[in-house]
């Protein structure tokens, strides 16, 4: 069984910075493309920036040139660092991983609960 797992939410002023974590662990053959997305009260859920496993990224137009995701070389970890953030950047984030489990051929998804990124005055 596999995994995964995010840190490093909380409170924030506006301007601030935070660097979220996500760590994918268990019965782990490999690691391929992954990404964060964030959901607030009463709105859809988005994608805020994907990993591929060439190592190409994307981001919502929302988040470019403040938020970089960035991934382990150990291919387990997945990073999203937030810069100048701001209130609507307020959301639960959570990250989702293609994970290919040991002695299963086809990789699946997996998602983490999620941690909260506050950011106010």
């Known amino acids: 069984q596999v995994q995964v797992a995010e840190s490093g939410g909380g409170l924030v002023h506006p301007g601030g910075s935070l660097r979220l974590s996500c760590v994918a662990s268990g019965n782990i053959f490999s690691v391929n493309s992954g990404g964060w997305y964030r959901q607030a009260p009463g709105k859809e859920r988005e994608l805020v920036a994907r990993?591929?496993?060439?190592?190409?990224?994307t981001y919502a137009d929302s988040v470019k040139g403040r938020f970089t995701i960035s991934r382990e070389n150990n291919k387990r970890t997945l990073y999203l660092q937030m810069t100048n953030l701001k209130p609507e950047d307020t959301a639960l984030y959570y990250c989702?991983?293609?994970?290919?489990?040991?002695?299963?051929?086809?990789?699946?998804?997996?998602r983490g609960q999620g941690t909260q990124v506050t950011v106010s005055s």
């Open positions: 990993f591929e496993s060439s190592g190409d990224t």
């Open positions: 989702s991983q293609s994970i290919i489990e040991r002695g299963r051929g086809l990789p699946r998804s997996v």
